[in-house]
């Protein structure tokens, strides 16, 4: 079966920028509102993670995910308007 990290890996190989299979644009109960959208960093398109309608927990949370170089997420996380955290995933 294959996995998430599989598929990032694939589309990133065929030159896709397409978001990984596990953060396609749908809302869900368990996370937030995914959706394409411009970067409050520097308004590049990112893929969205906003939890303020899905979740009363993390209200004010957003999370920012773009492919940065070749299997290599940037992920900012924004608490209301103000920068939280950044980290790097690797598919």
Same mark, same amino acid.
């Given at each position: 079966m294959p996995t998430r990290c599989s598929a990032a890996k694939? *589309?990133?190989?065929?030159g896709s920028h397409a978001a990984p299979?596990?953060? #396609? #644009?749908? =809302? $869900?109960?368990?996370?937030? *509102?995914?959706?394409?959208s411009?970067?409050? &960093?520097? #308004?590049k398109e990112c893929i969205v993670l906003d939890y303020a309608k $899905? !979740? &009363?927990? *993390?209200?004010?949370i957003?999370?920012?995910?773009r492919?940065? !170089? =070749? *299997?290599i997420y940037l992920c900012k996380v924004y608490w209301g308007?103000?920068?939280?955290?950044d980290f790097c995933l690797k598919f």
């Open positions: 694939r *589309a990133v190989a065929a299979r596990g953060l #396609q #644009q749908r =809302p $869900t109960i368990r996370g937030g *509102a995914r959706y394409k411009d970067s409050w &960093l520097d #308004q $899905t !979740s &009363l927990v *993390a209200h004010w957003r999370d920012e995910i492919l940065i !170089s =070749p *299997a308007k103000e920068r939280l955290i």
